[in-house]
């Protein structure tokens, strides 16, 4: 198996396992938990079971240099606490369907701050991809029933951030592996993102403990299964891709959450969702065509 081919692979179980959240946040949701202390729990449980495997297993991976803090905090802030807090804040004032559309215009921002940035070409061939996943997507979404679309200023704002933040993750994390193995870089981003978490909630951390214990259950194996592995599976990938032609990969995302609501849940998927999803596929095969821009290794080196 080639290196290009195994990096697709890891990044599209990462997208299968992130967009997996909701079935989860389903499960737990059931007992009324407020949603800002679930993913500041995730984060932390997160952080502390990735610490406790490396520092058992390679403890050489725990290690970054003191002058390379600054930067994984602002990693970890805009590319975790900003993008959690920004999407929460767009369900809020607009609908889930506009929340999630504005999320999946990230590949648009990743395309373009690559190209400033990591010195990566923005082709016809990835432009093309990347409206094709776009337009995919607002159709799973659902983007295009009247129902489902509330428009406002700040909700759209809110939405639009939560796409660059998600943007900021990739270009951060390719500027990241050029100097750390995955493993290091999604734990300190993990953890600068669960610390500005923390610090936000404060005091209110201490309300979940009055949470049942099947709630807590549920909300570890939300942190283990699809948020630290996805997160980890979507760092290794992009280790050995170009950050663009990976942001349009992820777009599986949207896919597997459409898809497990239907299974699991019975949701009724129309035409033009099943469509939306045809498109993004059609968008990842696409990506496949864009020639290299670098060596994978040596992508995003500054």
């Known amino acids: 198996m080639s290196q290009h081919l195994r990096a697709v692979i ?15 946040g389903r499960l737990i949701f059931r007992y009324e938990p407020d949603p800002m202390l679930v993913v500041t729990w995730r984060a932390l449980f997160g952080t502390l079971a990735l610490a406790a495997v490396l520092a058992a297993v390679r403890p050489a991976l725990l290690r970054v240099r003191p002058r390379d803090l600054p930067f994984f905090l602002l990693y970890g802030f805009t590319g975790i606490t900003l993008n959690f807090w920004t999407y929460f804040s767009a369900v809020k004032y607009t609908t889930l369907a506009v929340a999630i559309t504005l999320l999946y215009t990230y590949p648009v921002f990743v395309a373009i701050l690559s190209a400033l940035f990591l010195g990566e070409r923005l082709t016809r061939t990835k432009v093309g991809a990347i409206l094709v996943t776009l337009l995919g997507s607002a159709l799973v979404a659902q983007a295009y029933s009247v129902d489902l679309l509330r428009l406002n200023l700040r909700g759209t704002l809110f939405g639009l951030m939560t796409g660059v933040s998600m943007a900021l993750y990739t270009i951060f994390g390719k500027r990241a592996l050029s100097r750390y193995p995955p493993w290091t870089v999604v734990l300190y981003a993990f953890g600068a993102g669960t610390l500005f978490l923390a610090l936000g909630s404060g005091d209110r951390l201490l309300e979940a403990s009055h949470y049942p214990a099947a709630a807590w259950l549920w909300i570890l194996g939300l942190a283990l299964i699809p948020s630290l592995g996805g ?4 760092t290794l990938g992009l280790r050995d891709l170009p950050a663009s032609q990976a942001s349009v990969i992820a777009t599986w995302e949207v896919v597997t959450a459409a898809g497990l609501g239907w299974l699991c849940y019975g949701e009724v998927l129309a035409f033009p969702q099943i469509a939306g999803a045809a498109l993004v596929c059609g968008g990842i095969a696409w990506i496949q065509r864009a020639r290299p821009d670098c060596i994978p290794v040596e992508c995003g080196r500054p």
């Open 231 to 234: 997160y980890t599976l979507y």
């Open 10 to 24: 890891m990044v599209l179980i990462a997208a299968t396992l992130l967009g997996s959240m909701g079935a989860w």
